[in-house]
């Protein structure tokens, strides 16, 4: 049905000043990374353009940087380091515009490296557990490159492709990277309690990865007939889905479906959806369209933060001029949720870093980024309550902010706050 090459072979269509596309998240075709670095020597000026990838990254090894330069659209822990070694760099961009990019060819993808399940007896394979930006690369690259793993999950949406689409394949055979499910600690757990008492039943929810999303997903099961339109989730929802309080019977969009553009967990995430109808991947311009997310009723949007400052502002990427991370979808499903019927945009952190550091600050730091402006956030959340900031003066903010702050950080913050004005 189609014709395997090795990697070395498939991968002799990358040349030099090639942009070439990575799959992302879980489904970093890593064979493929590791036969590409391995051709440093012959190579220069090859562009890796990716999203945050699992895994290793060993082309972003600064001894390699002729050969190859990073172009982060997320920045992981695994390339974090290329921005100081000068071996990498960051394109700001919302997840829901990213595809744009490459169909207009303002990053003009030449190679699309990527992960794929075994083709079906019809000659269809499914990009599994992450489409994001994918399909726009795989339409838009002049050679596609799939590494097919017999233990790809095949999930249902935008992310089945036609052998044709692909010029070659290489095969493994091997698990996908997965993240163990942690205890929330008792701070998480508190501000879990705290975002769930602003989940009504019937309401759509979008969170992420992490122990403050499983938290908040635990103190759901009293719930009932909850949606899910989501960037990315993880296994916090399977126990939902089987107890019928995800059911998306009241989405706006796919009722009856629960919708992602990547997902990673364990590997009884990956079992769960594989073949599952009711998990629907689609591409991040569907998913984290605005005008998509806002037609979910009750859209609720839980998202996380560097620093907020007491008037709103939400750092989310950088840590003052230090790129941490990246724009993601974070304004996408906050604007939607702000947009949509009875909807609830939610920022959850705590209170302080674990060196006891206040992340509730006077003023961003110097350099920081706003992700997120005052503008745009309903409530901020720690595990010392709720801030309603909806129609709220700046003085009212300051206030509702400083009493959710660490009490041992209170009385400065609102001093540092009224000294800068």
């Given amino acids: 049905m189609y014709k395997t090459f090795s990697a070395e072979e498939a991968l002799k269509v990358v040349k030099s000043n090639d942009k070439v596309y990575l799959h992302a998240a879980a489904a970093a075709p890593t064979i493929l990374i590791k036969a590409l670095t391995e ?62 990019l490459f169909k207009k060819n303002i990053v003009d993808i030449k190679v699309a490296l990527i992960h794929v399940s075994v083709p079906d007896q019809h000659g269809y394979c499914s990009l599994g557990v992450s489409v994001e930006a994918t399909l726009a690369a795989i339409d838009n690259a002049d050679h596609v490159i799939a590494q097919v793993n017999k233990q790809m999950p095949r999930t249902f949406g935008d992310g089945i492709i036609h052998v044709s689409e692909i010029d070659a394949f290489v095969e493994v055979d091997e698990p996908l990277p997965s993240h163990p499910v942690t205890e929330p600690t008792s701070i998480e757990a508190k501000i879990g309690d705290y975002v769930a008492e602003l989940i009504d039943d019937r309401s759509t929810l979008q969170m992420g990865i992490g122990s403050i999303p499983n938290a908040v997903l635990s103190r759901l099961h009293n719930h009932k007939d909850l949606g899910l339109h989501t960037e990315m989730f993880s296994d916090g929802v399977i126990d939902l889905i089987l107890k ?27 079992d769960y959806v594989d073949n599952n109808p009711f998990i629907e991947m689609r591409s991040s311009d569907f998913v984290n369209d605005v005008s998509i997310i806002k037609l979910n009723p009750r859209m609720v949007a839980i998202n996380s933060a560097i620093e907020v400052d007491v008037t709103g502002q939400v750092c989310a990427d950088s840590i003052g001029s230090k790129m941490y991370s990246g724009v993601g979808g974070q304004m996408d499903f906050i604007r939607g949720a702000s947009l949509s019927d009875e909807g609830k945009a939610i920022i959850a ?50 206030k509702s902010l400083v009493d959710i702050a660490h009490p041992d950080h209170r009385e400065a913050l609102d001093r540092a706050y009224y000294e800068m004005l």
Avoid: W
């Fill in 39 to 100: 051709r440093h020597e012959e190579l220069r000026n090859v562009e890796i353009c990716q999203l945050h990838t699992e895994g290793e990254a060993p082309y972003a090894n600064p001894e390699y940087k002729e050969s190859f330069h990073v172009n982060s659209f997320f920045i992981g822990k695994n390339v974090r380091h290329t921005l100081k070694a000068g071996n990498g760099s960051y394109t700001p961009v919302f997840l829901s515009e990213l595809p744009k």
């Fill in 244 to 270: 019928d309080v995800i059911n998306g019977n009241y989405k706006g969009v796919n009722p009856g479906r629960a919708m992602a553009t990547f997902l990673m967990g364990s590997q009884r995430l990956y």
């Fill in 349 to 398: 952190l705590p209170s302080i870093t674990k060196k006891g550091i206040s992340r509730i600050v006077p003023s961003l730091k110097s350099g920081a980024g706003v992700v997120t402006t005052r503008a745009h956030v309903h409530y901020v959340v720690t595990e010392y309550g709720v801030a309603n900031l909806y129609g709220k003066t700046i003085n009212e903010r300051v």
